[in-house]
């Protein structure tokens, strides 16, 4: 279903898991209730797409899609993702609490935090929880 145009569609309790969505325009479409386990809607159209009860555990999605309004009422994966921007500054500030023995910086929390498609090459996650 990669590109598939499903704008305003009624997609409610529809079984979404495992689905290919990267690509499609999902504008408007109706997901409410429906079950998207494991869908990868990677590059999707969502605006005005509602996704109220609907499961989007372990998804795949764009970093910034989990923040978009059209999410607000989905139940919420079961990992949150982190960006970029927010992993380099717990990775500097865990390599500066290895290094002062825990006396600055601060312990890296990377529980239930969706890691996928971060480049961690390098990264001391030593004692991080």
């Not at 978009?68 to 993702?81: C, K």
């Not at 927010?86 to 890296?108: C, F, I, V, Y």
């Amino acid at each position: 279903m990669r590109g598939a145009d499903l704008r305003d569609a009624d997609l409610r309790g529809a079984d979404f898991t495992g689905a290919m969505l990267e690509g499609a325009n999902l504008g408007g479409a109706n997901f409410g209730g429906a079950v998207l386990r494991g869908a990868r809607m990677k590059g999707a159209r969502l605006d005005r797409a509602v996704f109220t009860g609907a499961d989007i555990t372990r998804a795949a999605l764009d970093q910034q899609a989990l923040a978009r309004p059209e999410f607000a009422d989905a139940v919420r994966n079961e990992y949150q993702p982190l960006s970029a921007e927010d992993l380099a500054k717990r990775l500097a500030l865990h390599a500066e609490w290895l290094e002062s023995g825990g006396k600055r910086g601060t312990r890296a929390d990377l529980a239930k935090r969706d890691l996928a498609g971060h480049d961690l090459t390098g990264a001391d996650l030593s004692m991080a929880c």
